[in-house]
């Protein structure tokens, strides 16, 4: 059964930063792309970030280009999202998901609250 | 960005009923290797999203037979044959084709 378990989340202030990490088990982590979709109180899901299997390709939503670094440790089944200069309007519940034809195994999410 | 449209915003639906949500694709969804990358999710109240169905009509491991979906191009549908107390929640058509962008939601509540 694959699982996926978020955790990092928090209350940071304006400008702060945060690592957002995500352990997978129950798959072979290293053959799938995985990805980060968030979640903002109350809204309709965005998709954030996606990494290679190998780690050597990323893709990123331009909101958050420049401030937000998606990597992998293959080896300890690890999926991360660094999240620097952050915003008020990156406060979400941020999942974790195995990506085949798109994201399909989720995870329970982890909560970044973003204010002063 | 392609942009996902869908409809109605609400659903109240009648235990037993069919229920049918509708998505449409601001460009086709179709992709050069030929597949069209359409899926739908599933998102009960207080919970993760949950796959319910792949590339329009594909049935994702463990979904009831209940679940069907359809459509090609720009245009496609998510039926309920008969709604149940556990369908409750917001259901997302999301599109892979291009990146990932998801429609807006549909809540179906009972009636």
């Known amino acids: 059964e694959v699982q996926l378990v978020e955790s990092g989340g928090g209350l940071v202030q304006p400008g702060g930063s945060l690592r957002l990490s995500c352990v997978a088990s129950?798959?072979?982590?290293?053959?799938?792309?995985m990805t980060w979709v968030r979640q903002a109180p109350g809204k309709g899901l965005e998709w954030v970030a996606n990494?290679?299997?190998?780690?050597?390709?990323?893709y990123y939503v331009d909101s958050v280009k420049g401030r937000f670094t998606i990597s992998r440790d293959n080896a300890k089944n690890s999926l991360y999202l660094e999240m620097n200069s952050l915003r008020v309007e990156d406060t979400a519940v941020y999942y974790c998901a195995r990506w085949d034809y798109g994201p399909d195994y989720w995870g329970q999410g982890t909560l970044v609250t973003v204010s002063s | 960005d392609i942009v996902m449209t869908q409809t109605p915003l609400s659903s109240p639906v009648t235990l037993g009923q069919p229920a049918s949500i509708s998505c449409r694709s601001s460009q086709s969804l179709v992709h050069y290797d030929g597949n069209t990358y359409l899926s739908w999710l599933q998102q009960r109240p207080g919970q993760p999203p949950r796959l319910l169905i792949y590339k329009i009509s594909n049935r994702f491991s463990g979904v009831p037979d209940r679940f069907s979906g359809s459509g090609a191009g720009t245009d496609f549908t998510l039926k309920i044959s008969r709604v149940e107390a556990e369908d409750v929640g917001v259901y997302y058509c999301?599109?892979?084709?291009?990146?990932?962008?998801f429609g807006g939601g549909t809540k179906v509540e009972i009636k």
């Open positions: 990494i290679k299997g190998d780690g050597s390709v990323r």
């Open positions: 999301m599109q892979t084709t291009q990146f990932l962008t």
């Open positions: 129950g798959l072979t982590f290293s053959r799938f792309w």
